[in-house]
């Protein structure tokens, strides 16, 4: 168990540095020059020059990228070339707004996308099953700034029920979290229901009835143990998704999470903001397989014993 | 029989290493076949006979080298068919087919019944016109005993027993010497089992074949086969012509195998030796001889030494310290 | 020899279309499918506006009988416009699934037969890929490549294709010591025949349901890349740029932003129930 | 005659499907006595795993459906009880283990957790005596170590293990009917040995009394008092074990029997029954093995025959017997 | 099971708006702005959004008030320029105090400007000041002392210029040129207008995060008592919620784009809509350089450039794309800006359009690309419609700010839409530095008239309006009307929203000064609280 693991964190670190290469290559050849935007109207070219000089941007890119790298192992994000504060703490400010978003959505996705999940796959194939399932897909095909827009209007400013944006306190998180949210409730509820009728089918849940045990003790201890394994797989990457992809709920409820920051950056060509935003969402999704993977092995004995069956 | 025999398995052994610890270090061996030998004559069926997990069936495509065996060599008509390469290996691929066990598993769900069949001859490009691939695979489907009318349905519009003779007629549409028949009936009815066992001894009556059948059913084995090889944990426990074997056991493996199979009203019942316990796992097996943990005649030069296979009579030899060797006993 | 009958057969597919008729809900929606396909080629028949053409004069007139959704800021026929957009975004979802699916399947492929060191090189770079964040990649090979229709199919086709590698990876793992495939090395088949005749039939079905699964979210990327700007660009007409251009009008005119989040909703929904009735009516194992 | 425990009159039970009514069961009868072995015997298809699937009342429910007869067992028929009813005697009063030990078991859960469940299911009991109940089980299933064994998960032991874990589960409450659905089919020979023995000591030690499906003539032999010969769906011979070996009466049943390769005599040619098992959906007129019988008549082609006694205890279906016993030929 | 999630359910539901913070009775004003997320240094930063920050924190020694007219701030009187118009001596206002209880002496002038153009502080603006004697040496590092500063006293101090400029003490009126206090601004170091910003204004600056900043009055104020007791500048980069937000009463004060204005019309908030000019014009720039991507350029014949003109129908862009908040330009110079004289409008007539494109040797029309940002989208969308009528054929390409900048500080860029706002009321500021030719290659335009330079040089030179008035009158006659450099469109208006409590606020050009004349009628605003 502990070499498993080992293994698959010397491969994240594989991964982050892969990604910080790529990230470093793109941004030097993205178009837009970030010291002209600096200069805006009044930047005349000897200027440009001097500034790029004096920000390093002249030399070679793969000298930056080593010295940028040499600094990121110290710790040392740089500092944004706009906001002039530190990298890392710009991120931490944003990553503390993105991170309530993402619980309050991530904690809704996955309440009602289990509820709904196994409701569906116990009233299998009567209406229940049917409406949810219905529910489940509207919820994935329904683009989740136009949702946003639609319940900023009618729930926040017509009924007046949530603010309509700011992130003060946990009312100002239920829209946007319904908003972000229901994507990821309905592919829940889609890999459970499936994963459930799977299992459904397989032995030792008609050993399980043969004991002569009672419905929701099959349906909870045996079916849904087993029905697990793929829905983690499922949260897990959605988690992912959440973390770094709510850049267009922040922007209209006004949350200035780190979806948010990266699209200004990318906007400004701020690199060493872009740079290290990308790092720390990599190393947040390579965090969250690395969790999956743990989560296999509390579930599932196969894997965290090892040993495998028997040959024959 | 002056030329050399059509199949001589000389000293074949399979070894996986398993891989544990952090960078894979093999940290220990899995010895699924261990030092097997035996020859076959043309015309002949040889039956190996053994219980899950003994290695039969990896000693099976290892010999096809489907299976890249560890050590040990494989002579086809006194070519070394294990050291062959490219086109040598291709054209000395012909001689030797492989059916199946699973009927389900073992055909292309999205491939025809005549391409299924023809794949052997599209392959090495045996004939010139179409017409003659589909004449070819029409005598082939009336051999086994296939409805011509269903050459261009799909595998999952068969029974079981269709499908076995369609994994058949695959093997045989370019006449192969030796087929190597991995439990070819285990999966099916009795009464469909009878009759695949009819067709495979009427083939081996026309066509002059010679099988290497492999199964775990002793009364099978028996009625087909020439000569009986009993594995065990990858060794070659007993090997011997089949009456000799199944009339006069001599290795207590053997004895124990064939007192377990449940028998019918009239048939000889031997008192049964019921062994104890599980077989071991192949990744550590027993010191010396390897049945020695559950043999009911253990004795302690079992535990150190790993018996070789003796000749212990008129085409009978037995790997047991028990069994004298052949000149001392006549 | 007596010539064989044809006998109709009951090909794999035929018998999965037959699962797939039985499934109402979901011949409903292709028949949605194939009715926007219709659109998307027929737009210029379909309607007597030019979608393009400004009209300011009649502007934010409101769903009339001229003007069946109304008319946006610059007096265009909104419904013209869903019509020209639904060119733009299912060509973009299904050129850029192909291109995924294509990618996809070749690098599954390979890392799934050869397994080995070739294995281990190609997962990592699945794992890297889909490590990235999704759409912050498309932002930056769109600023890249620039605006424009081929960009964005170029854009994400080239950031779907994690999923379906992975699929069809497992998928080849799966087959590759199948016994047909053992069978065909024991003929002496080559590893080209084997990809080719055993690997890519099998693999077709996994393909269909990656494609169909894959072309909803290619919308929603599209949608997306243009509310922030970045889809086509103007004055050509595309549902996510509709929507983007009319959220400052929303309060007073609903309909200008309502009409395309359904059309999405609508085409998205249509694609995602397709593909679920094909995955089952596909799926070997939901045969017996 | 001891008492009766399950009586089994004219059960009848059919699938539901849109190819139509397809009668899995059809008019089936039986008893099974207190602490006797009942065999039930036949190919694949045959009913004999749905017949015990309705005893337990386990089969799918949408398509399949009782349409007739009864199952009485201690009087009280089960086609009647209400779901609740129904789950207080699965495992109390009949308990059943299956064929694939492999898959049987729920995989993430401890053997442990998986027996106290059984027992505490039917029984008001602490936690520590489920668990030192579940420890006497394992040990009485004859497995070393139960302390182990009741941590460790289903994928550390081998099949026979596991087996014996089934076996264990189900006599947890004490049952009085335990029914094996091809318990030893996956499982090697010696192990199967092995477990045969182990159920007919509990069956002798418990007085439970089995009800055994297989397909293995050796085992209903060896193992079974009465046995029931199944075709389609249909009871073809219902006798004691040592009558139906020594008097086989129905054609079907003699077929079988002369097909299976024997261990002791030579035979050039197995016997072989032609054509196949017909589909449900397409079942013939009269009797259903008349396709297949070489005594068809054109009565056997238009009328179905009833079950008629030829001896005490030894009932076919089969107009070749007219109902005083004598066989009559055509 | 099934109890429990639906109790859950309803309990995310019904925790709706919590307890409002008790309204203190304290005088707040809150304005809702986008954030410029460019710190807040106007040294280092050209942003007029963080201009309103900085505005109620630091001063610069004279001030642009919202009619256009400079007054002195921190310097008691107007500059004495020498009669070669090379050196200004200005007097500092004595007794101001840094809210950090400092004193305002010439020493932090000295400071500030030297700061200025230090290499490492990475000055933006140094181009408006670095005609100052020595500047140009600091900038690169030759010199450590500014040669043209020349501290007379404690609070008197002369500049001395490279050459005469007569707008130089203008730019003194921009908030570039605050002055910082020395042991304050060199403590602070890089955290200078990140985390702390001192200087003599009404307001200090409490706190500033990603939500907003919040400033607090500077209770020994040295011009009298400010307005309220604390002001909120709250963050909204979405400018549907920032509306949102004014509607549901969260913030007080906010500006409006044209396209939301639309939304209100006829709506009762239509009423707290405040309009106000803006100083600046819209054009369409048009690249007169021969070749453009190495093909024949069609734009650089003055006929294309007027049959443009004649296609454009600026009217309708005025009253339908701007939803009447703009004005048709009838030359370069904005209606308020010293230099401008009526003309009469630019023809709409798209026969003669068509005639002057055959006669340029186009008689079935041309194309040409657009590279524009998103926000020019409207306009450019309807001009591409109206020269479609002629012929022309317009492609859009919409790129992202970043690389708009590059592309057209690279010339790479063959038309564009254009807003050009003066700092101030001063034609100089406006078309000098965009269409003399050295300035206009950088902008795309490449328009060089010798003659037009002549005037505009003459007029930088010149301290007499009246005489700056008639050279730029000429100026523009060559520019809007001889060799239509570019095509007008029109002088826009800007829009604010606030709410009825709010009185004598207006905006001068581009900035919100919420540091000065606003203020609350309490009676309104205590019956709505």
């Known amino acids: 168990m502990v070499n498993f693991l080992v293994r698959r964190v010397l491969q994240a670190l594989g991964v982050i540095l892969a990604i910080s290469l790529i990230t470093f290559f793109i941004l030097n050849i993205v178009p837009g020059d970030p010291v002209q935007i600096m200069l805006g109207d009044l930047a005349t070219p000897e200027t440009v020059a001097q500034v790029r000089a004096q920000m390093g941007l002249d030399k070679p890119v793969w000298l930056q990228y080593l010295n940028w790298a040499g600094n990121m192992l110290r710790g040392d994000f740089g500092s944004s070339y706009f906001q002039h504060r530190p990298v890392m703490e710009l991120l931490l400010v944003s990553f503390g707004y993105t991170i309530r978003l993402a619980s309050f959505s991530y904690l809704l996705a996955v309440t009602i996308g289990l509820a709904f999940g196994i409701l569906a796959a116990v009233f299998h194939n009567k209406w229940v099953d049917k409406v949810l399932m219905v529910l489940a897909v509207g919820g994935i095909s329904a683009p989740n700034f136009w949702v946003a827009i639609i319940l900023q209007i009618v729930f926040g400013l017509t009924l007046k029920w949530f603010p309509i944006s700011g992130a003060k306190d946990f009312s100002y998180y239920v829209l946007p979290a319904i908003a972000l949210g229901t994507r990821y409730a309905a592919s829940i509820a889609r890999i459970t229901r499936n994963s459930m009728l799977e299992v459904s089918k397989q032995d030792y849940m008609r050993t399980a009835e043969a004991k002569g045990l009672r419905d929701w003790l099959i349906v909870m201890r045996h079916a849904f143990r087993n029905a697990l394994i793929p829905v983690i797989t499922v949260a897990g990457t959605d988690l992912g998704n959440i973390l770094t992809g709510s850049m267009l709920i922040e922007s209209v409820f006004q949350i200035s999470g780190i979806g948010k920051l990266m699209v200004d950056a990318i906007g400004q060509r701020d690199l060493p903001l872009v740079q290290g935003g990308v790092m720390y969402i990599a190393f947040i999704c390579v965090v969250i397989y690395l969790i999956v993977d743990i989560l296999y092995a509390v579930v599932d004995p196969r894997i965290r014993l090892g040993g495998g069956t028997r040959s024959e | 029989m002056s030329q050399a025999p059509l199949l001589q398995v000389e000293h074949l052994k399979k070894y996986y290493s398993m891989k544990t610890g952090l960078f894979s270090r093999a940290a220990g061996v899995v010895k699924a076949v261990d030092d097997i030998s035996f020859q076959l004559e043309s015309g002949q069926t040889i039956g190996i006979v053994g219980e899950s997990g003994c290695g039969k069936s990896t000693m099976g495509k290892t010999i096809l080298r489907l299976i890249e065996p560890t050590a040990g060599k494989v002579l086809l008509d006194g070519e070394d068919f294990t050291a062959l390469q490219g086109d040598a290996l291709k054209r000395a691929r012909r001689k030797m087919k492989l059916i199946f066990q699973d009927p389900y598993a073992s055909l292309n769900p999205r491939m025809t019944v005549r391409d299924i069949i023809g794949e052997n001859i599209d392959i090495d490009r045996t004939y010139s016109t179409r017409q003659e691939r589909e004449d070819r695979i029409a005598e082939v489907m009336e051999q086994t005993g296939l409805n011509l009318d269903y050459m261009d349905r799909y595998p999952h519009e068969f029974s079981g027993g269709q499908r076995q003779r369609i994994g058949i007629a695959r093997a045989i549409v370019l006449p192969p010497r030796l087929i190597i028949c991995d439990e070819p009936v285990s999966a099916l009815d009795v009464s469909i089992q009878a009759k695949i066992i009819n067709l495979l001894k009427a083939l081996q009556r026309d066509m002059g074949l010679s099988y290497i059948f492999i199964s775990h059913d002793l009364s099978v084995v028996k009625h087909i086969s020439d000569r009986v090889g009993v594995m065990y944990l990858g060794h070659m426990m007993e090997l011997a012509d089949k009456r000799s074997l199944y009339a006069n056991p001599m290795n207590p493996y053997t004895q124990a195998l064939i007192s377990a199979v449940p028998k019918l009203p009239g048939e000889t019942v031997r008192e049964k030796i019921a062994l104890s316990g599980d077989v071991p796992s192949p990744a550590n097996p027993p010191s010396g001889c390897c049945f020695h943990t559950r043999c009911p005649h253990a004795m302690p030069i079992c535990a150190q030494e790993q018996p070789e296979l003796k000749q212990v009579g008129e085409d009978h030899f037995c790997a047991c310290h028990l069994c004298k060797a052949c000149a001392a006993a006549s | 020899m007596s010539k064989s009958k044809k006998i109709n057969s009951q090909s794999y597919y035929r018998v999965s279309l037959a699962i797939l008729k039985k499934n109402r809900l979901a011949m409903f929606c292709l028949g949605i499918v194939i009715a926007l396909v219709l659109i998307a080629v027929f737009a210029p028949w379909l309607t007597p506006y030019d979608p393009n053409l400004n009209d300011v004069r009649n502007r934010f007139k409101g769903p009339s009988w001229e003007h069946p959704f109304g008319t946006d800021e610059y007096g265009r026929d909104i419904l013209t416009r869903i019509f020209y957009g639904c060119r733009i975004s299912l060509s973009v979802g299904i050129v850029s699934q192909l291109l995924a699916s294509l990618l996809g399947y070749f690098i599954g492929v390979f890392a799934g037969y050869y397994g080995g060191r070739v294995d281990s090189v190609l997962s990592f770079l699945i794992q890297v890929f889909s490590s990235f964040p999704f759409l912050l990649f498309a932002i930056a090979v769109m600023f890249i490549l620039g605006p424009g229709l081929m960009n964005l199919y170029i854009a994400l086709g080239l950031l779907g294709w994690t999923s379906t590698a992975r699929l069809i990876r497992g998928e080849v793992m799966r087959l590759k010591n199948s016994e047909y495939i053992q069978a065909c090395i024991v003929g002496g088949g080559s590893g080209w025949r084997i990809i080719m005749k055993h690997l890519l039939p099998n693999c077709v079905p996994t393909l269909i349901i990656t494609i169909t699964m894959g072309i909803p979210r290619a919308i929603l990327s599209e949608a997306s890349l243009s509310f922030l700007g970045l889809g086509v660009s103007p004055p050509t007409a595309s549902w996510g740029a509709m929507i983007s251009h009319a959220q400052p009008y929303i309060r007073k005119f609903a309909y200008y932003s309502l009409f395309p989040g359904f059309a999405i909703i609508i085409c998205v929904l249509a694609f995602n129930i397709l593909g679920d009735g094909l995955r089952d009516a596909l799926d070997p194992k939901l045969r017996s | ?330 | ?529």
């Open chain 5, 1 to 529: 099971m099934k109890k429990l999630l639906a109790a859950m359910l309803t309990a995310v539901m019904l925790l709706s708006v919590c307890a409002f913070a008790g309204a203190e009775n304290a005088k707040v004003l809150r304005f809702g702005q986008m954030d410029a997320k460019v710190g807040y240094d106007p040294q280092t930063n050209t942003n007029s959004g963080a201009t309103t920050t900085e505005d109620c924190v630091v001063e610069p020694l004279y001030y642009w008030n919202d009619q256009n007219e400079l007054i002195p701030l921190l310097a008691e009187d107007f500059p004495t320029i020498s009669e070669d118009g090379l050196v200004y001596t200005i007097k500092l206002r004595e007794g101001v105090k840094f809210t950090d209880g400092t004193d305002l002496t010439t020493d932090d002038v000295k400071f500030t400007f030297e700061r200025m153009f230090k290499p490492e502080t990475l000055a933006k603006s140094t181009s408006m000041y670095n005609m100052i004697l020595g500047a140009k040496e600091m900038l690169s590092g030759e010199a450590t002392e500014l040669a043209g500063f020349e501290a007379v006293d404690d609070y008197t101090f002369k500049f001395t210029l490279v050459s005469p400029f007569s707008c130089f003490h203008k730019n003194l009126g921009i908030i570039y040129s605050a002055i910082f206090p020395r042991e304050a601004c060199e403590a602070a170091g890089a955290d200078w207008g990140v985390k702390t910003l001192i200087g003599t204004g009404p307001y200090i600056l409490k706190s500033s995060d990603a939500t907003g900043n919040v400033l607090v009055k500077n209770t020994n104020y040295w011009g009298g008592d400010p307005h309220f007791d604390e002001i909120d500048i709250i963050f909204y980069d979405n400018n549907n919620t920032k509306l949102m937000a004014f509607e549901n009463g969260d913030i007080d004060l906010c500006d409006m784009t044209s396209d939301l204005f639309m939304q209100y019309q006829g709506t009762e908030v239509e009423e707290l809509c405040h309009h106000f000019s803006k100083l600046g014009t819209y054009f369409f720039v048009t690249n007169n350089s021969e070749t453009f991507r190495g093909e024949k350029n069609p734009l650089a014949d003055v006929r294309v450039r007027e049959a443009m003109s004649l296609a454009i129908d600026r009217d309708l862009l005025c009253e339908v794309i701007q939803n009447g908040l703009a004005v048709p330009a009838t030359g370069m110079i904005n209606q308020f800006q010293l230099g401008f004289t009526a003309r009469e409008p630019y023809e709409h007539n798209l026969e003669k359009a068509k005639a002057l494109l055959a006669e340029a040797g186009y008689p079935d029309g041309c194309t040409i690309t657009a590279t524009i940002r998103k926000q020019d989208e409207a306009d450019t969308v309807q001009i591409q419609s109206d020269l479609a009528q002629v012929g022309i054929k317009l492609n859009i390409e919409i790129v992202d700010a970043a690389v708009w900048s590059s592309e057209r500080a690279a010339g790479n860029v063959q038309c564009l839409l254009q807003g050009w706002f003066p700092l101030y009321a001063d034609a100089d500021n406006n078309i000098y530095t965009f269409f003399h030719s050295d300035y206009s290659p950088a902008k795309s335009c490449f328009y060089s008239n010798p003659e037009f330079d002549a005037l505009m040089d003459a007029a930088r030179l010149s301290t007499d309006d009246a005489e700056r008035q008639k050279l730029y009158e000429q100026a523009d006659e060559i520019l809007s009307r001889q060799d239509y450099g570019s095509i007008p469109l029109y002088y826009p208006y800007g829009v604010f929203a606030a709410q009825p409590y709010v009185k004598n606020f207006t905006v001068g050009n581009l900035i919100y000064h919420v540091a000065y004349d606003i203020d609350y009628d309490m009676d309104i605003y205590n019956a709505q609280k």
């Open chain 4, 1 to 330: 005659m001891s008492d009766i425990i399950l009586d089994v009159k004219d059960l009848s039970m059919s699938f539901f499907t849109d190819q139509g009514e397809l009668p899995a069961v059809n008019r089936v009868s039986f008893q099974v006595e207190k602490g006797r072995t009942l065999g039930i015997v036949g190919e694949s298809g045959c009913g004999k795993s749905m017949t015990s699937l309705c005893v337990m009342r386990l089969f799918p429910s949408p398509p399949g459906r009782i349409v007739g007869g009864s199952i009485l067992f201690h009087g009280q028929d089960l086609t009647k009880l209400s779901k609740k009813e129904m789950r207080a005697i699965r495992g109390k009063g009949i308990a059943m283990i299956f064929q694939e030990p492999m898959t049987s078991l729920n995989p993430v859960l401890t053997i442990g957790k998986q027996l106290t469940e059984a027992i505490m299911a039917h029984e008001t009991v602490s936690k520590a005596e489920a668990r030192a109940r579940a420890l006497h089980m394992i040990d009485l299933v004859g497995i070393p170590m139960p302390e182990k064994i009741y941590a460790s998960c289903p994928h550390q032991l081998s099949g026979g293990m596991r087996q014996r874990i089934m076996i264990a589960m189900a006599l947890s409450c004490k049952p009085d009917l335990l029914i094996c659905d091809e318990p030893t089919t996956a499982l090697d020979v010696t192990i199967q040995a092995q477990i045969l023995d182990l159920i007919n000591r509990l069956k002798n030690e418990t007085g439970t009394s089995v009800m055994m499906i297989t397909h293995d003539m050796g085992v209903i032999n060896e193992m079974t008092d009465t046995v029931l010969v199944m075709y389609a769906g249909q009871v073809v011979e219902y006798a004691a074990t040592g009558e139906l070996f020594s008097r086989p009466s129905h054609p079907y049943t003699t077929g079988l029997i002369a097909s299976i390769p024997s261990l002791d005599r030579e035979e050039e040619e197995l016997n072989v029954i032609p054509g196949a098992v017909p589909m449900l959906y397409e079942l013939p007129e009269g009797c259903l093995f008349c396709p297949r019988c070489p005594y068809a008549t054109d009565r056997c082609r238009k009328e179905r025959p009833e079950l008629s006694e030829i001896a005490p205890g030894h009932q076919v279906r089969c107009f070749r017997y007219s109902s005083d016993g004598k066989e009559e030929r055509p």
